[in-house]
């Protein structure tokens, strides 16, 4: 690279780790610490060099159709230069390396192999590491990191839509969306960073090695993506057998099959239980005892037509112990609804979209705020 003469004037002993030409004489290179612009003569302007210091706040991108506009935000103000819009893809990756690197967010000598930028959605692929950010800044201070050695599984979902990127830190699924049209390009950066980290060929490989790191942990494999905590108890437990008969269901067969518990002798079809053959032998007594005494007690008889028998009573509280066991077990049968994968995974994408929808609110609120801070500034001054 052929440095300017203002250019090199500007470096102050330091090294360009990086540079885009653009169109004519211009460029854009990049230090330790800086980003420096440097536009050649023309007919409308000198020849120049701005300087963009990496200790920045926000980086904002907008794009028309011959120019991508980047808008810098510092402390002490705002700053912004532009390029032609066909350099603008390899000028935020320039940009961003410096600004991540002075941040500390990536290592020093670690690269930014690609950035793609979507309505809401900033994805940064660097050697080591994802960076996701949330918003239409393509840099703030709200950024998440997912380092490369914490995956523990990567996979990709494709709808007509969108392509999801799942990728599992620590046993716990991390989803991308990005839109279709992208879905290859962004898999095959993906793919390559990560096999190119882990020194593997392909995507079934990674997840085998990554898997044999993740089996030493708790994580157990049949675990859903999304914890409920420990004070909620789960609807179905091993103690509980939804297919084992209810305690009082042999008592209510018996009781609806007067065959079986008729006879004085106990023959049928089915085994009474205790409480039937109590009654049954109740039964029998009370009849020898009518018999030896002859009805001479007719107290006896008129007491008998004035209540219940034994039988009807054992009868009717056989009847009432069995109902509530039989409605019990019936019931918790029928209220038994499994939680299934594809409910859990509906779960996880429904949280993934208001984990989104509040951070773009928080970033409205924040723009707002510094809207109102400026205001108050200005009213002061």
Sequence with gaps: MDVP??????????????????????????????????????LLSDEQVEEFPHDLERVG??????????????IDGTRSFTVPSSYGDAVLSLLLEGVLRAESVVDEDESVVGVY????????????????????????????????????????????????????????????????DEGP??????????????????????????GDDEAGTEADSDTSDIDFGDDIDPLVSDDDDPLAPAAGRTV???ARDPGETDTADGSGTGAPDDRSMEGTTASASAGRSDAETGGEEPADSRSGEDGP????????????????????????????????????AAIADHLEELTEAVDRQNELLKRQHRAIKQLVDQLQD
Aim: net charge negative.
């Design 61 to 74: 991108v907008s794009e028309s159709r011959r120019k991508t506009k980047f808008v810098c935000e510092y």
């Design 309 to 344: 028998g034994p039988e009807a009573e054992d009868a009717h509280t056989d009847a009432e112990s069995a109902d509530p066991g039989d409605a019990g077990g019936e019931s918790r049968e029928d209220a038994v609804d499994p939680v299934t994968e594809e409910d859990l």
């Design 5 to 42: 003469d203002l250019v090199r004037e500007a470096l102050d002993d330091e090294a360009v780790e990086g540079h885009v030409s653009l169109d004519n004489e211009d460029i854009v290179c990049r230090t330790p610490t800086r980003t420096l612009v440097y536009t050649g003569d023309g």
């Design 185 to 210: 390009l962004v898999r095959q950066t993906v793919e390559e960073a990560l096999f190119a980290h882990y020194d593997v060929a392909s995507l079934e490989e990674l997840n085998r090695v990554v």
């Design 252 to 254: 209510s067969d018996d």
């Design 117 to 180: 930028r979507f309505s809401e959605l900033t994805l940064i692929v660097a050697e080591h590491r994802m960076v996701k950010l949330v918003g239409e800044l393509v840099w703030s201070e709200d950024y998440e990191v997912y380092p490369y050695p914490d995956v523990t599984g990567l996979a990709f979902e494709d709808t007509t839509v969108a392509t999801s990127i799942v990728v599992s830190v620590d046993g716990r699924p991390q989803r991308v969306k990005v839109p279709s």
